[in-house]
């Protein structure tokens, strides 16, 4: 089970919306830069304001408009003649450095260790490459669960407004990012067997 089952509904939601942008002559590629160019912005800043716990509340926020750009650059791609080689390039490198860049300001958060979210770094660009391998050994690209990408997202949006609202993350937290990077290890055997047939 993951999050990223509930990506269809979501995408009927967006759809007028990817309708006004295409039609704005917006493409696939440039939604797919933009979200990005803005997650290390806000990652950076996140980063140098690491000690104002309020700032964090911006991330679930971000988190969620993320998505929303991500499934919007999906359908630009698909539904409007939009796929190119370089977009799914920009595709997976871009969600990588992304995702990078919003979950290293947690390595300056008090209470948090920084050594579990540098893994947590590590194990979620290596969750994202066996996804891909998928493909390449003839199969689709994978994008199976526990703690797939939309996952992820949630849990850093919780824990940036946990950070937010507390002024502080308990150390007990610790155990939870180590569950997560278990959960990545998981994710990645998943795939792995998932590409495999």
Known sequence: MSIYELKPKFQNLLRPLTKRLFDAHVTANQVTIFACMLSLLLG????AFSEISALFILLPIWMFLRM?????DGMLAREFNQK?????????LTDVISDAALYLPFAFVPGLDPYVVLIIVWLAGLSEFTG????IHGNSRR??????????AFV???LGTIYAFLGYLPQWMNWCLLAVAILL???C?????????
């Not at 891909?132 to 493909?135: A, E, H, I, T, Y």
């Not at 994008?143 to 992820?152: L, Q």
């Open 44 to 47: 950076s800043f996140l980063y």
């Open 68 to 72: 929303a750009l991500n499934a919007i």
């Open 84 to 92: 190119s080689k370089l977009g799914g390039y920009l595709n997976e």
């Open 132 to 135: 891909v391998l998928g493909q």
């Open 143 to 152: 994008y199976d669960g526990p703690m797939g990408k939309s996952d992820r």
């Open 156 to 158: 850093f949006g919780l």
């Open 185 to 187: 290890v998981m994710t």
């Open 189 to 197: 055997i998943n795939r792995v067997k998932s590409g495999l047939k």
